[in-house]
T-cell receptor, first 114, second 115 residues
Framework: DSGVTQTPKHLITATGQRVTLRCSPRSGDLSVYWYQQSLDQGLQFLIQYYNGEERAKGNILERFSAQQFPDLHSELNLSSLELGDSALYFC?????????????FGPGTRLTVL | AQSVAQPEDQVNVAEGNPLTVKCTYSVSGNPYLFWYVQYPNRGLQFLLKYITGDNLVKGSYGFEAEFNKSQTSFHLKKPSALVSDSALYFCAVREGKGSARQLTFGSGTQLTVLP
């Protein structure tokens, strides 16, 4: 167990809908990262937050947004969902967000868009 | 831009034999290199990392990896494979300088250890 928790484990929804994925980092970790894992794209970095502020952005669609709250938990919001958004979404956390930090991953949320 | 390649989609090895999972990287500066393992329906588990120093890095569950700067490689190794090592293995890289802090992952290598 990495200490990173994600809810829900599974999410099934319809095209056009909006969902929110939640992540709680390990105790003491200030940085949170979101990744998407799909069969065709592999593991792709979406976005990073450090102590409440956006730190880096990757291949994140405009329909997706995220935030990190004062208690350091993070939420990833996915809207106007399309079939292609079906994937496993991982949250990871690290102590500072520095380049040498190890990122510890949560168990993921499996999103299925029908 | 940073990138990493795992040239083998699938590696099969007999239990008790040594295993190697290959990884090559490309960065413009010094690399920070990581190996993760993913079991079915589970998240990624950290195995080991290379930041600087000794080229041979030891990690969890008896795994080790050798950093080779001239060949830009970071192959994962284990002297004696177990059936329980069967899983999906990912190599990842992050550039040592610059503002990018995200990991760039390889496509993954499915390791199957045969009893």
């Amino acid at each position: 167990d990495s200490g990173v928790t994600q809810t829900p484990k599974h999410l099934i929804t319809a095209t056009g809908q909006r969902v929110t994925l939640r992540c709680s980092p390990r105790s003491g970790d200030l940085s949170v990262y979101w990744y998407q894992q799909s069969l065709d794209q592999g593991l792709q970095f979406l976005i990073q937050y450090y102590n409440g502020e956006e730190r880096a952005k990757g291949n994140i669609l405009e329909r997706f947004s995220a935030q990190q709250f004062p208690d350091l938990h993070s939420e990833l919001n996915l809207s106007s969902l399309e079939l292609g958004d079906s994937a496993l979404y991982f949250c990871a956390s690290s102590v500072q967000g520095a380049g040498t930090d190890t990122q510890y991953f949560g168990p993921g949320t499996r999103l299925t868009v029908l | 831009a940073q990138s990493v390649a795992q040239p083998e989609d699938q590696v099969n090895v007999a239990e008790g034999n040594p295993l190697t999972v290959k990884c090559t990287y490309s960065v413009s500066g010094n690399p920070y290199l990581f190996w993760y393992v993913q079991y079915p329906n589970r998240g990624l588990q950290f195995l080991l990392k290379y930041i600087t120093g000794d080229n041979l890095v030891k990690g969890s569950y008896g795994f080790e990896a050798e950093f080779n700067k001239s060949q830009t490689s970071f192959h994962l190794k284990k002297p004696s494979a177990l059936v329980s090592d069967s899983a999906l293995y990912f190599c990842a890289v992050r550039e040592g300088k610059g503002s990018a802090r995200q990991l760039t992952f390889g496509s993954g290598t499915q390791l199957t250890v045969l009893p």
